[in-house]
C-alpha cells in the first residue's frame, strides 16, 4: 500500500524585513546576508501570531468537508509550544472545528520533530488505511537582536495530510536515523531565545548529513543517480547547499547539474521566509514541488532531517502522477505577495513585544492582523484564540 503526503500547504505572518536592510543596519556586507547565508527576506512574527494560529492558518488551507470526517489523529510539531501540559494539537482541534473523535498531541524534538510526525503517521495508516492523518510543523525561530543567529529567524507553520494513496508523495520504506547527545542549539525552559553554539551547530549538520546518507547508500544500495532532487532541512539555505556540496562530487557532471537545479527551486520559499525551524524541511519540499518545471511522476526525493540536540535521518518518496495537481501555488504566492515590508527598527519593536509571563491579563490589537486565525490576548492565564473569518 502506498502511504504518504497528500497534501500539503504553509502560512507566514504578514510581516517581513529585507536582508540587506538588516545588513546595513547590523554594520554588515549585504553580501554575507544574500550569499553567505541565503536569504533574501526573513519574516517577523507579531504577538497576535503564536505556533498554534500559525498552524491553524497553515491546515484551514487544506482542510475539505471530505478529509474532516477521516482525519482521526492531529500531530502538533513544535519546539515553540504555548503550554508546557496542554497540546497546541488540542487547541487546534477545536480552532478548526475538527470532531471530537480525534486524538490530538505534540511532539517535539528541534527540527526533527516534523520529521517524528511523518513516521508514526505512516505506521499509523499502515495499520488504519481508512484514516488520515493531519501534521502541522510550526515555529518562531528566535536568536535576538545583533547577535549572529539574528539573520537566521524567521517563522511559520507547514501543514500536511497524510493518508494511503497519497496524491503527492508515497513515502519508500528505507530510511536511516541518528540520534547523539551533543548541545549544538538548545532553549532552556527559561528562555525565549535559543542557546546555539553556530559554526559547530553547522558542522555536525553536515557530519549529520553524511553519515545518515552513507547508511541510506549501503542499506539501499543506490546512489545520487537514483535520485531527481534532494530536499534539505534549511535553517538558512547556504546550510543545505554546504550539504549538497559535500556529496557532489560522488555524482557525474549530469547528475551534479540535476540536484544543484532542483536544490535551487528547494530553496525559493525558504530564502524569503528564514527559519521555522521543524518546518523547514517541508517548506522546502514544497518549494521544490511548486516551482520545478523538470520534475515529473515516478521520480525519486531524498528528504534530511536535521534537529539540533541531535536527531537526523534521511528518507525518500516517490512523487506521484498529477502531484501538480494537488498543489495550489497561486495561493501561497499571493501570500508572500500581500506581505508587507517593515523596516528594522520595527522589526526589533515587534521582536521585543514579548507577551507578559508574570500571568497578567493581556489584550492585543488585532486591527492590523489580516490572518483567519489570531492570538488576542491572555485572560486569567488562559491563551485568548479568535477565528477572524
Ligand atoms: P557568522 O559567524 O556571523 O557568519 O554566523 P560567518 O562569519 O560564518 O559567515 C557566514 C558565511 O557568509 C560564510 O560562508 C562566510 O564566508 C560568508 P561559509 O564559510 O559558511 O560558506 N560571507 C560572505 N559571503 C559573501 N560575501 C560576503 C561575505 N561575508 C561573509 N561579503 C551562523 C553564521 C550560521 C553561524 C549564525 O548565523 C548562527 O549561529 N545561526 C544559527 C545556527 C544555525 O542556523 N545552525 C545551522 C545548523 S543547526 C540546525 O540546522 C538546527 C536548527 O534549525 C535548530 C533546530 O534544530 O531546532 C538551527
Not at 497534501?7 to 529585507?18: E, G, L
Not at 511548486?290 to 534537529?307: P, V
Not at 504566492?333 to 493581556?362: C, H, N, W
Amino acid at each position: 500500500m502506498k502511504i504518504g503526503i497528500d497534501q500539503i500547504s504553509f502560512h507566514t505572518s504578514h510581516y517581513f524585513v529585507d536582508m540587506a536592510e538588516l545588513a546595513h543596519a547590523r554594520n554588515e556586507d549585504p553580501n554575507k546576508y544574500l550569499i553567505g547565508i541565503g536569504q533574501k527576506k526573513m519574516a517577523v512574527i507579531p504577538p497576535t501570531q503564536d505556533s498554534v494560529t500559525l498552524a491553524a492558518n497553515a491546515a484551514a488551507k487544506i482542510l475539505t468537508p471530505e478529509n474532516r470526517q477521516q482525519i482521526d489523529t492531529v500531530i502538533f510539531a513544535s519546539e515553540s509550544g504555548i503550554d508546557q501540559s496542554k497540546s497546541g494539537a488540542v487547541y487546534l482541534q477545536s480552532l478548526l472545528d475538527l470532531p471530537r473523535q480525534v486524538r490530538a498531541f505534540e511532539v517535539k524534538q528541534a527540527c526533527y520533530s516534523a520529521t517524528a510526525a511523518l513516521q508514526l503517521a505512516r505506521g499509523y495508516i499502515a495499520l488504519h488505511p481508512d484514516k488520515k492523518v493531519l501534521i502541522t510543523a510550526s515555529d518562531i525561530a528566535r536568536y535576538g537582536i545583533g547577535n549572529a543567529g539574528e539573520p537566521t529567524q524567521g517563522g511559520g507553520a507547514v501543514a500536511m495530510i497524510i493518508s494511503k494513496d497519497p496524491r503527492i508523495l508515497a513515502l519508500e520504506e528505507d530510511s536511516t536515523v541518528l540520534t547523539e547527545n551533543i548541545m549544538d542549539f538548545w532553549r532552556p525552559n527559561y528562555a525565549t531565545e535559543a542557546k546555539v553554539d553556530g559554526h559547530y551547530s553547522g558542522h555536525m549538520y553536515v557530519d549529520f548529513f553524511n553519515e545518515v546518507f552513507d547508511a541510506y547508500r549501503e542499506q539501499s544500495g543506490m546512489t545520487l543517480a537514483n535520485f531527481a532532487a534532494l530536499a534539505f532541512h534549511l535553517p538558512y539555505t547556504k546550510m543545505g547547499l554546504k550539504a549538497l556540496r559535500s556529496i557532489l562530487p560522488q555524482a557525474t557532471e549530469a547528475d551534479q547539474q540535476r540536484l544543484s537545479a532542483n536544490f535551487e527551486d528547494s530553496r525559493q520559499y525558504n530564502q524569503i521566509v528564514g527559519n521555522l525551524y521543524t518546518g523547514s524541511l517541508y517548506l522546502s519540499l514544497l518549494s521544490l514541488l511548486e516551482n520545478t518545471t523538470t520534475l515529473k511522476a515516478g521520480d525519486r526525493l531524498g528528504l534530511f532531517s536535521y534537529g539540533s540536540g541531535a536527531v537526523s535521518e534521511f528518507f525518500s518518496g516517490i512523487l506521484q502522477a498529477n502531484f501538480k495537481q494537488a498543489l495550489f501555488p497561486e495561493q501561497h504566492q499571493k501570500m508572500f505577495a500581500a506581505r508587507k515590508q517593515v523596516d528594522v527598527p520595527t522589526y526589533e519593536k515587534i521582536f521585543q513585544q514579548q507577551l507578559p509571563i508574570d500571568g497578567s491579563t493581556v489584550e492585543l490589537d488585532l486591527s492590523h492582523d489580516p490572518a483567519p486565525y489570531v492570538l488576542a490576548g491572555i485572560k486569567a492565564h488562559q491563551r485568548q484564540y479568535r477565528k477572524q473569518y
